[in-house]
């Protein structure tokens, strides 16, 4: 509903590399081990191993060297533990320095295929030690609970559309985001160019990443949809920001999901793939609401009235987990068949207020007319969302105006509707539960 985008829209690269290469590194920190488990991927050219080849690889921090090891290739792909215990950190658990949003640490890695005694290739890059899973009904980061603050990002540009118009930009948003008192985002229905990955990596922004929907359900939307996700998951494994896959939303491309078998098997056969491809992301399916098996139920609701919200999270708890009552219109939180089984709860779309101005166009509920409104409507329903005990986070929909919908808390160009610091006072007020001493 947008103004349609085809061809590539993100950066592409194209290089010569030697016809023994370094093709790929999977790369998952392993914290309680203080150890890295790399899965590499070698290009031979040929059937038959070099018998004089080896793999060098070095781990460094802050210019530092960790681990620098040499391994003998016998095959195309090789599995390897690499320790990146410090001993300058005797006192700090894991003896590993960790990723998080307010501590963003990261480790460069070198990897170089050398043949007697002559470099082949070599790459660089980085990684993180971070650990992210699902405790019961929380999230935990580095196996302390995390209270996510997320913003709706849908990575459009004015002239530009998809396609940032330069790296500047990428920065300047993700900076936004956090003068803005968000420690994420949801980066919704795109996969976002890589150099913003990096920023994200890098700043500490903690990243939802989304797939785009298919429009119809049918033997080749589940095709496409399935080798594009696979690619998406190999593509952006090692970035430590991204801590949640998001493979479908709202239904979209599966509008009968509520009690249509053959669309409820899509997405459990989806979600056990990504399990089988990343063991440490929680999955969602399908955020908003008619979800299946979901590691965390992610829930859109855009009441505007705080009261009205917290009343009916409060009082009809039970009955929005069991599916008894609708949280958002006709929908309900799960999909025919299926149960609350204690996973996190978390909101993930609300708010969308649009601030009247002289361009037509729309938000949830009725427009404001001036900052003031704004805010307290603003604050009114997020602290309604920080009181429910039971809930891990929030996604405010959303971080600028898209074409027809100028329901931003920027305009299109970035300028901001109302003054940042007052958003990122509502954002780092603590909230009335166990996360205040967070």
């Known amino acids: ?142 196996e302390s609970p995390l209270y996510q603050k997320l913003i ?65 359900f049918s033997d080749d939307a589940v095709e496409k949809f399935t080798n594009e996700w696979i690619e998406i998951v190999k593509q952006n494994y090692n970035h430590p920001c991204i801590i949640t896959w998001v493979p479908f939303n709202e239904s979209w491309g599966l509008s009968e999901i509520y009690s249509n078998r053959q669309e409820q098997q899509f997405t459990e056969a989806i979600y056990n793939l990504t399990k089988s491809m990343d063991a440490m992301r929680p999955v969602i399916v399908n955020d908003g609401w008619e979800h299946t098996i979901s590691d965390i139920i992610a829930l859109h609701d855009y009441e505007v009235d705080g009261e009205t919200f917290k009343r009916r999270y409060t009082e009809f708890k039970d009955a929005i987990l069991d599916s008894e009552v609708s949280h958002n219109k006709e929908k309900k939180a799960f999909a025919k068949g299926y149960q609350y089984a204690g996973q996190p709860v978390m909101i993930t779309e609300f708010g969308g207020i649009a601030l009247e101005n002289d361009e037509s166009g729309w938000g949830y509920g009725k427009k404001v007319y001036s900052e003031d409104e704004f805010i307290q409507r603003l604050e009114s329903i997020t602290m309604a969302i920080k009181e429910l005990p039971y809930v891990s986070g929030y996604c405010y929909t959303q971080l600028t105006d898209v074409q027809q919908e100028i329901n931003g808390l920027m305009d299109i160009e970035r300028n901001y509707k109302v003054a940042p610091e007052r958003v990122r006072r509502i954002n780092e007020r603590a909230p009335g539960c166990l996360y205040e001493k967070m």
């Open 152 to 216: 709706l990002d849908q990575g459009y540009w004015q002239g530009s559309n998809l396609t940032p118009p330069n790296e500047e930009a990428l920065i300047e948003d993700l900076d936004k985001i956090h003068e803005l008192g968000y420690n994420g985002l949801r980066k919704h229905q795109k996969i976002e160019d890589e150099r913003f990955l990096y920023w994200c990596d890098v700043k500490g922004m903690l990243v939802w990443s989304e797939a785009a929907a298919a429009y119809k």
């Open 1 to 142: 509903w947008y103004v349609q985008t085809t061809g590539i829209w993100k950066t592409v690269w194209g290089e010569y590399v030697p016809l023994m290469s370094i093709s790929r590194a999977k790369m998952t920190p392993v914290l309680e081990e203080g150890c890295l488990a790399v899965e590499c991927f070698l290009c031979l050219n040929t059937e038959l191993v070099p018998s004089e080849l080896n793999l060098e690889v070095k781990i460094s921090f802050d210019g530092k060297t960790v681990n620098k090891s040499i391994f003998d290739v016998k095959k195309k792909q090789l599995q390897l533990n690499l320790d990146v215990k410090s001993e300058q950190l005797p006192n700090v658990r894991w003896n590993v320095h960790t990723w998080s949003p307010q501590a963003p640490n990261l480790y460069d890695i070198e990897f170089r295929l050398i043949e007697s005694g002559q470099v082949m290739d070599e790459v660089a890059s980085y990684f993180a030690m971070r650990d992210i899973r699902i405790e019961g009904d929380r999230v935990l980061l580095n």
